[in-house]
């Protein structure tokens, strides 16, 4: 099976949760700028946090399948598997911002994106056994450190959260660094596909 | 008429369903575990079996619409009452989770599972009568054993639901085994349309 | 300008527009089967109805693209004047269906059928003068018989529910019947465009 | 990487905004046309105002695109930060008719259009300079007298907006006459870009 309807229908589950997450900002009840900041004001930091990690997934997928031709069934499943858990955003953001980073909805929060990165190394493990040995995404994708190092990030964040005192505060802040410093790391460009990618299209 | 514009209206339209469910989980009141438990517990299982069944239609519509290549007006139509019967899911998966599986939210559930099962079979029937005799699509379908036992399973959920006393929830138990078990039938990959998919683009 | 992003974009629009309307479809407060037809017993019509417009607008903009190769900026402001016309159809329909079918949701209801009848054939006429005295679509239109008659459907209709005694109810229910009547015009299939088209791929 | 993805993604995330926006439109409770005057009547204007600037864009896009054939980690980027400008319309859109054209939320709105401008011109930067002193974009985009201009008028009606006294509600006027303004100037179709495809595509 060619890819480009998996394509079509993941561009269209992940355009449609980018956007979903905007509906849950509350239009503020007052007409001044204090409205706007006690209402949206963390609100929209947050939205813009899973905005970016939604955007780093599909810039992710992107460059993925660009490497990719035909489709088996099990890739069709991995792949919704993912879109599953990306499609739980906008319910864990809504409760993390809602709670005010209380620490269960930061934890959940925290496995929400240790669940989505797991999903996409199972469909790219799934992707490159079915290629075979001389599968172009293996050697795109090499030794995978940002795919290794982020879920470290996650968990630390997610057991930093749980593990600290939480009157304190300083294990969600913690949390959020992790999180946000994650993202970081994926919104620099990764230039390994793209070596690949045009070796590969020169030889095709 | 080439099939193009009407696969990706379709991936549209099961794109949107499948992520609008998400919008009926209610975001918890309290900041703890229990908060979650309580609220979405029991709903994020509902969620996740619709999310299922879209994805399994989604992705048997991907595998039909492989051995189409041209649509009449009769197929445009079949389709799109297939997409009306899809799109009553996030209403009927809401109400048997807002009942927590009353009797009739769960046998209208079921009645939502087979009027997609029909308008399926609809769909797939109206393709091979266009297609003529050497249908690549009836070589594929085959005996069509999933899709006639599928329908069984949900008639079988919903006389269960709906015959066995209330009270007692055994009825309601029995229809969402059978719910679940008719989702499980589907999740093995179909390795029929592969490979007359296989012949057919060979012999092009 | 290649028609395929106009035609992506429209695509999505439709699909979005289409399945919004289910989430105007409330979730019944009870449990049983007088709840559902109470809370949305009508609904449900009022919905299907809506859902068969937009399907046959879906329909019509596919088989008159067939016909297009190149689209001006004027044709991209006349296709987004029939979008913005469609986007309304969620609200109108809620508004009719809350209302039980009131005097002036109905009227309303028939200003938004005919205002995208008249946005489709504002496209249409512009498309035909872009593509100049040979115009496959002029030829496939032809005396554009349905085109003429829906818009006098929709005007009786809305002058029906407007005029006559509303106690009475009389009205209203003609309106209705307009409305249900053109629609049922439409989902005939149009074998003009399709002889068309098939002369104009041969000829290509 | 071809940008046929990143197109398709951003039609999608486009077609979800402009239709969002609908939903925002509160039914009005009664049934008579004052109701709907009182309820929805300067809404349906406002929201009006929001699609004609979504449509706007994605026109742009669609031009600016139609000369673009290869895309890097910056231009998705680039083009992410756009996106995410415009979602945001739904929500400043709402505030601002929510709170019957009070002075911070007219301020907002224009802020947002702002950002969006900012946005537009970055990404059309950002890819220029991909493309090289050859860039055919650049060639399109000239002088870019509507993209230097429109900043000033939403910079004028912020501006107006926020400095004229508000009980007067001179200014807010002045804010939407600016807004209102540069949406028209974009209307008029851009000759520049068609032009310079042409060229482009015969030398291809």
Redesign the interface.
Known sequence: ?RTS?????S??????????M??E?K??QG???T??VHT?GVGLLTY?LS?VYV?IY??NH??MF?LVRHA???V??AN?SL??CL??F??TT??MD??KF????VV?YGLNLLSAAIAYYTLQTVIIRQQGPQSPLRQAVGRDLKGKISPAFYLAGILSAWAIDRSGRVGVAIALACFIGAALLW?V??RRV?RV?RRYETSD
Request: glycine fraction near 4%; charged fraction near 10%; avoid cysteine.
């Open positions: 099976m309807r998996l394509e079509a229908f561009d269209g589950v992940m355009a449609i949760i980018i956007t979903v905007v509906l900002l239009v503020p007409h001044h700028l409205d706007l949206t813009l905005f955007g599909w810039n992107h460059h660009h088996s069934g099990a069709l499943w919704l879109l599953f499609s739980l906008p319910f809504a409760w809602d709670s209380a620490q269960t909805p959940t919104i460009p990764d793209d990618a």
